[in-house]
């Protein structure tokens, strides 16, 4: 499961998801037609389910208030951070 959480300033909306046990080439972040979306994507390689792929996914609509063409993805331990600038 995916947990996202939304910040949102007067400046900018900021969107978190919780990605632990994955690095930042495991994850895809997309804007399309003003729907953002985040898939995290892993190949499992040890134990039972070796071979299998685990894949999370989060979409969500933004809102008209954000630029949704100037976003700025980081990630850092586990910790997938999107923001977006609110337009002027």
Known sequence: MLYVDVNETDDELQIVAELHGLTANDVDV???????????????????????????????????????????????????TVTFPKHR
């Open 30 to 80: 997309t804007v399309e037609h003003g729907v953002l979306t985040i898939i995290a994507e892993r190949r499992v390689s040890d134990g039972r389910n070796a071979g299998r792929t685990i894949r999370v996914l989060s979409s969500m609509l933004l809102p008209r208030s954000v630029d949704a063409h100037r976003l700025n993805a980081y990630f850092d331990d586990g910790v997938m």
